[in-house]
């Protein structure tokens, strides 16, 4: 009982630091992040670039509110409701398509519009859609990348569980 | 004012039988009850916080076993086994109480009636080990979250349909 009481009191330490952790960078970064790229008293940095980072400020608040979420959710996790209950939140929980992830979506395109906006200045010799096109050829192989590896990792990690979910729930209401 | 640790080892050491006995119904052998157990008493640990005293100590510890078990089923490929001891004084639960002879008969045919409950689904299973605690309807409908003639209706059916697989052995 010892061993198994230190083990859940350190797990539960992990998620406090964790989450702690994060409230840190969260009201670190923002404010560093908004000093350098936004109000800078750097003569050099143009306003297009100060409205670039200004983008990447906000999609990083968009990303860490986003993790936050998650990791309430995570926390939350309530194996004392009655069975229907609980197996209706892990479908829920473990659906591809949620609402946070139109949030990200933005997040990704305001990224995407920061980029442009401070390489912008940077690539003088070139036609503006073909500035803005240099940034595409970059960032939607990695978009496409990453979203491709995040529906594996949804179907390999989260699908059997909420297909398992999904299938004890239709059994019971049945 | 009791911490946490303390609450959690109030509720697991007055619960302690209760969750062992569950916990035994699922395993094949000391060591997966004991995995069985210690998983419970993480979703315990876990639980714990939202525990509001709203429902009975014993509905709340059964729907944390109950869900331990549908996770664990969720998160590995292997399907649970149940084992009922010989001596299960509730076994009875299992057919209807006026059928006495029924009663004896199923007691001749454990591993039969054994292997049967393993063939069955894992929410039958669940609604079994339930009955196994002699729990009334109304108490598995709260912990399962369906209502009290949905509860009746599918115990009902697993009766029927463990009477009907006996039947059959029997007359093979």
Same mark, same amino acid.
């Given at each position: ?15 406090l630091?964790?989450y702690?952790?994060?409230q ?6 923002? /404010? ?8 800078a /008293?750097?003569k ?9 980072g ?44 949620? /609402? ?18 401070l ?21 939607i ?7 491709l ?5 949804w179907?390999?990690?989260?699908k ?15 | ?8 080892e ?22 997966? $009850?004991?995995?069985?157990c210690?998983e ?6 876990k $639980?714990?916080?939202s ?6 100590i014993?509905?709340w ?8 078990s @549908?996770?664990?089923?969720?998160? $590995? $490929? ?7 001891? @010989?001596d ?16 004896? @008969? ?13 063939? @069955? ?11 196994l605690?002699?729990?009334?309807s ?29 039947a059959?052995k029997a007359?093979?």
């Amino acid at each position: 009982m010892n061993d198994l009481l230190n083990k859940l009191k350190k797990e539960d330490q992990f998620l406090l630091r964790l989450y702690k952790g994060i409230q840190i960078l969260y009201w670190i970064l923002i /404010p560093v992040y908004t000093m350098f790229f936004v109000f800078a /008293p750097d003569k050099e940095l143009t306003l297009i670039e100060r409205f670039g980072g200004g983008c990447a400020v906000i999609a990083f608040i968009i990303f860490v509110i986003i993790f936050r979420k998650r990791i309430k959710e995570q926390k939350s996790v309530d194996y004392s409701l009655p069975s229907v209950q609980m197996l209706e939140h892990a479908a829920e929980r473990y659906k591809i398509w949620k /609402p946070e992830i139109k949030w990200a979506l933005l997040a990704v395109l305001i990224t995407d519009v920061g980029m442009v906006l401070l390489s912008y200045d940077e690539m003088k010799g070139l036609s503006p859609i073909m500035r803005i096109l240099q940034i595409q050829y970059i960032f939607i192989p990695m978009i496409i990348v990453a979203i491709l590896v995040g529906i594996f990792w949804w179907y390999k990690k989260h699908k059997p569980l909420r297909d398992h979910a999904l299938e004890l729930l239709e059994e019971l209401k049945s | 004012m009791i911490n946490k640790e303390e609450k959690f080892e109030q509720i697991v050491s007055e619960n302690k039988e209760r969750i062992s006995r569950v916990c035994r119904y699922y395993a094949n052998c000391e060591e997966d $009850s004991k995995d069985m157990c210690q998983e419970v008493l993480i979703n315990i640990w876990k $639980s714990l916080d939202s525990y509001r005293g709203d429902a009975a100590i014993s509905t709340w510890i059964y729907r944390i076993a109950i869900n331990t078990s @549908l996770s664990m089923i969720g998160k $590995s $490929s292997k399907q649970l086994r149940f084992k009922v001891d @010989l001596d299960t004084q509730h076994l009875g639960n299992l057919i209807d109480d006026d059928e006495t002879g029924k009663k004896e @008969l199923l007691e001749k045919q454990f591993e039969s009636l054994q292997t049967e409950i393993n063939q @069955l689904s894992i929410i039958d299973k669940a609604l079994i080990t339930l009955m196994l605690e002699n729990l009334s309807s109304k108490e598995i409908a709260n912990i399962i979250g369906l209502t009290e003639p949905n509860v009746r209706v599918k115990i009902h059916r697993i009766k029927e349909s463990l009477r009907d697989s006996l039947a059959k052995k029997a007359m093979e």
